[in-house]
């Protein structure tokens, strides 16, 4: 079993549609837990970042963790064209040797006009 | 522009060969990672730099290899390429030492063996 695991998709969705992306893990050293948005021929960019278990809410976009069943969440609101690209999960245990970012295999989101 | 920048952008090459990719941090960082996404994998950390010394390694094979110069710039040294060594190349750098630092990646160096 890969340590991160996120839907592979790819997932196509109309404009002003509500996005869900999701990840689920299986290290229980992980504790902090980010989103990175990586454009077609772009490095990643970090979106959103969070530790704890909860929801975290940056404009248009929330971060949801539930640590107790190790599963995290990306929501995306009123998406937008400018919201098509590759979303990928990552996960570190935080310092010293977990200090590594693992990766989900990301998903491709289109948002159609 | 998130002030990494690599070179080359595109490498094409043969297998047996090898080759080095270079990675320039931001500014005022001194940690520098180097990863590999590729399809199937994903994307995979390979190692971490911090102020010159190795801090953290994740999945790097023998035949590659990294180091951080005093200047803080650091260049992947791969080796023996054989055609699954394909990919995308990204760096990052951050202020500290890793863990909760944001990591700021560079546009990446696309590696095609023949």
């Known amino acids: 079993q890969k340590e991160v695991e996120q839907d592979p998709g790819p997932l196509s969705v109309p404009e002003g549609a509500i996005v869900s992306l999701n990840c689920t893990y299986s290290?229980?050293?992980?504790?902090?837990f980010m989103w990175y948005r990586q454009y077609s021929r772009k490095g990643p960019e970090l979106l959103m970042y969070t530790y704890s278990s909860g929801n975290k809410e940056d404009g248009r976009f929330t971060a949801q963790v539930d640590k107790s069943s190790k599963y995290i969440s990306l929501f995306i609101r009123d998406s937008q064209p400018s919201d098509s690209a590759t979303y990928l999960c990552?996960?570190?245990?935080?310092?010293?040797?977990?200090?590594?970012?693992?990766f989900g295999k990301g998903i491709t989101l289109s948002v159609r006009p | 522009d998130s002030g990494v920048t690599q070179t080359p952008k595109h490498l094409i090459t043969a297998t047996g060969q090898r080759v080095t990719l270079r990675c320039s941090p931001r500014s005022g960082d001194l940690s520098v990672y180097w990863y590999q996404q590729s399809l199937d994998q994903g994307l995979q950390f390979l190692i971490q730099?911090?102020?010159?010394?190795?801090?953290a390694k994740g999945n790097i094979l023998e035949r590659f290899s990294a180091q951080q110069f005093p200047d803080l710039h650091s260049e992947l040294n791969l080796s023996s390429l054989e055609l699954g060594d394909s990919a995308l190349y990204f760096c990052?750098?951050?202020?500290?030492?890793?863990?909760?630092?944001?990591?700021?990646f560079g546009p990446g160096t696309r590696l095609t063996v023949t």
């Open positions: 290290n229980s050293a992980f504790q902090y």
């Open positions: 990052a750098s951050s202020v500290g030492r890793g863990g909760i630092d944001e990591q700021y």
């Open positions: 730099y911090y102020n010159g010394e190795e801090r």
């Open positions: 990552a996960m570190s245990g935080g310092t010293g040797a977990n200090s590594k970012l693992t």
